[in-house]
């Protein structure tokens, strides 16, 4: 069953930094004599490629794959484009992408023949779903006379590979992409591009149709096979099992019991979708921990990796023309008393915690911890978390949690000084070497975002309202001078001691 986040997020918004470049004017077509509007267009070449027919696609509730407008793309251009490898429409035929189609070929070719199907059985499949597909892309397209290939191979590339991924890790060094760890991560990087995608639900279609293989196909664990081969020679009225394919998590298996005989053993599916293990497999390093048990059906894999990023439980998002854009820094906020703290656990989440507090309860004596999310900064985090915003922008509008999060983290980074206090409290764990480089990172990710709503409103007055108060700038400051250590604040409270004794003893000698 398909879950949805919010009925409302359905249907995208249009945002104001929607780029006109790439989201097509409204044009009115005349269709029997009636006049409709249409804000995305197919135009389909004829083989003379001398004239278009332009057909109209009236369902933007179905848009769930956007070209990046160009004023977000001119941030940072390489973050959106595929560098290896062409998925779906946008980007096929690019000549810098050519070197991978062969490759995507032979793996084509390679499901073909792992479930018997043949050729004209793709396109034809393709092809009777070729309007609902291209109603998922929003914008215009071209379409050649070889667009059913271009899906057919694009998506029987993706099963492939995803059960190659799934089978023994022994059977990879035989395996093109699989076999390089560096070249897996390029193509799971590419795969994440928000322009770079296919509608999950075809991908779903597919397998359903075509990765279930007849029971004849079907080949069970190397142990069990063996004693079914084993029984097979002397008993030929086994039961017959009607087995999913093993790549895919089966339903059943056999099992040899103690009496020498086969028995089925029925094994319950952990989800109804079976490629959604698959692809969970392959984005695991994404999951954090997350599971697919829940029922959520992903449009595509950039809103999979979303789902496990976001955080797990709702929050309330509150709209402001105004929002709050003058956040203090991280290196600001500790010299008024907050503590920074880790979330390992978490999912791109920031929370407060005033639980730090004097015994006397005395205000002027108050820390306020703020908790984060740990941010894991690697070569390809600014390429996933741009095009995770990117698709927040046009699907998430009301929901923009990755948004939210960096937003706040942008407003406590301002130099290199705020990064050093961020990874020296663990809220930022930096793999690029550079203190430097992750503040530049930090302060470009938001560009061109929208941020009229955010679910940490709260957050951002009550921070600003620590800081402003005057006791806890001061007694932050007396705590850190003073009493930073043991043996600081040994070193204090002995000089506190001997001041008070010079004091009396000078009193004393005065009296007499």
Known sequence: MVVDENADDKSPKHNPNHDAEHTPPLKCLSLGGRRTKTTSQITEKTENEEECQVRVLDKPDKWCIYRVPSKLRKVNEAAYTPQLLSIGPFHHGKPELKDMETHKKIYYENFLARFKKSDDELKQFIKTRQENILRCYAGTIELNKDFEEIIAVDACFIIELFLMNFNDPKNHENDYIL?????????????????????????????????????????PRKEVQEQADRQSSTNHDLPHCSPCCRHCLPCCWWIPSKDHSIEIVQVEPDNDDPLLKLTYEFFKDYSRGKSVKNGVRPKHFTDLVRHFLRPDKEMVFK?????????????????????FRPLKDGHFIIEKDEATKCKLNLACFRNMDLKLTQFCVKDETECVIRNIMALEQFLYPNKPYICNYFLLMDQLVDIVEDVDLLVENKVILNMLGSNEAVAKLVNRLCEQIMDDKSCYFDICEQ????????????????????????????????????????IIGTIKSLMS
């Open 319 to 339: 709209h402001s023309s105004t929002p709050i854009k003058n956040i203090y820094a991280a290196r600001k906020l500790k010299a008024s008393g907050v503590k």
């Open 179 to 219: 076999r390089s760890p560096w070249l897996r991560k390029a193509v799971e990087q590419d795969l994440i591009l928000f322009e770079n995608q296919l509608p999950y639900s075809l991908l779903q279609e597919l397998y359903q149709n075509f990765a279930v293989p007849p029971s004849s196909n079907f080949q």
């Open 463 to 502: 921070l600003n309202k620590h800081h402003e108060n005057f006791w806890n700038l001061h007694v932050a400051t007396l705590k850190r001078v003073y009493f930073k250590d043991l043996w600081t604040g040994s070193s204090t409270v002995v000089g506190v001691f001997v001041l008070l004794f010079s």
